[in-house]
């Protein structure tokens, strides 16, 4: 199976800064990468898929890119309701795969 | 709109049976690969069953391979996981997916309680 690694596990961050988040794969997943949000208390919801295509009503300020094994995740001018965990998943083999989450506070 | 909406969760017993349904609607239900993804309390995402559009090819991992059996019912815009042998490792959210390689929908989820 691919291993999903993702950093930092928690962020504590201002409105208005920029954060990045990092997902490193165990082997090349040729951009077949994920990312999801998941606010507390809800369901999971695609943010960006093919490492870099923003998913349909998603804000702008939210970007993915990375190839390889490396793929980040980019949200700028942080907004009170991006707070939540974040969540990588590779879909290049089965079984699709998840990384941890990083969960996304505000300071 | 799409919309999935699960139902059929709750509080078993060690080694007894549970199937979850999920209701779809807001799209063409036969044209997709549908799965369920688990989410144990306060944990991560783990990938469960998926199944194709006619239901002829389904994926599991090891964790419930042989336990669990994903089905559809094309004509009810219907998905549902059969879940046998349950143990108390089962314990989680049960989500509803659409897949398309990614998964783009998901339902609210459904708790799935495995104790004594």
């Known amino acids: 199976d691919i291993r999903m690694t993702q950093s930092p596990a928690s962020l504590s961050a201002s409105l208005g800064e920029t954060v990045n988040i990092e997902c490193l794969a165990s082997e090349d997943i040729y951009s077949d990468l994920a990312w999801y949000q998941q606010k507390p208390g809800k369901s999971p919801q695609l943010l960006i898929y093919?490492?870099?295509s923003l998913q349909n009503g998603v804000p702008s300020r939210f970007s993915g890119s990375g190839s390889g094994t490396q793929y980040s995740l980019k949200i700028n001018s942080l907004q009170s309701e991006d707070v939540a965990t974040y969540f990588c998943q590779q879909y290049n083999n089965y079984p699709p795969t998840f990384g941890a989450g990083t969960k996304l506070e505000l300071k | 709109e799409v919309q999935l909406v699960e139902s059929g969760g709750g509080l078993v017993q060690p080694g007894r049976s549970l199937k979850l349904s999920c209701a779809a609607s807001?799209?063409?239900?036969?044209?997709?690969?549908m799965a369920w993804v688990r989410q144990a309390p306060k944990k991560g995402l783990e990938w469960v069953a998926t199944?194709?559009?006619?239901?002829?090819?389904?994926y599991y991992p090891d964790s419930v391979k042989g336990r669990f059996t994903i089905s559809r019912d094309n004509a009810k815009s219907s998905l549902y996981l059969q879940m046998n042998s349950l143990k108390s490792e089962d314990t989680a959210t049960y989500y509803c997916a659409r897949e398309d390689n990614y998964f783009d929908y998901w339902g609210q989820g459904v708790m799935v309680t495995v104790s004594s």
């Open positions: 093919n490492a870099n």
């Open positions: 807001g799209f063409t239900f036969s044209n997709y690969y």
């Open positions: 199944i194709s559009t006619s239901g002829s090819r389904t």
